[in-house]
């Protein structure tokens, strides 16, 4: 199993930066990708940006390109999301995900997520 929590959420202005840390624990040998995922209120989740760990490759939604920065830590065993430039629209529940690679012939899939963190930008 894998268990995941998410910390470091908090009320921020517009323009300020905030660093969300998804630990991870378990076994986490399993694990392909993480995922970080947003939910405001009254919309779906959205997907966030994601990294592959085996080569730290990242991947983000164009909402927040160029203003969010996945990393990672091994020793740490922790997952960072860097925000930059918050916007109020950033405002949401964050969550973290993970899951490992698939059976040949099945699709990808985050397994596992954490409780989530809620991140407040506004002035």
């Known amino acids: 199993q894998v268990q995941l929590v998410e910390s470091g959420g908090r009320s921020v202005q517009p323009g300020d930066s905030l660093r969300l840390s998804c630990a991870v624990s378990?076994?986490?040998?399993?694990?392909?990708?993480m995922g970080w995922f947003r939910q405001a209120p009254g919309k779906e989740r959205e997907f966030v940006g994601a990294l592959a760990w085996i080569d730290s490759t990242t991947a983000y939604a164009d909402s927040v390109k160029g203003r969010f920065t996945i990393s990672r830590d091994n020793a740490k065993n922790t997952v960072y999301l860097q925000m930059n430039s918050l916007k109020s629209e950033d405002t949401a529940v964050y969550y973290c995900?993970?899951?490992?690679?698939?059976?040949?012939?099945?699709?990808?899939?985050?397994?596992?997520w954490g409780q989530g963190t809620q991140v407040t930008v506004s002035s």
């Open positions: 995900a993970a899951g490992g690679t698939p059976p040949v012939g099945r699709r990808f899939m985050y397994e596992y």
């Open positions: 378990g076994r986490t040998f399993t694990l392909a990708t």
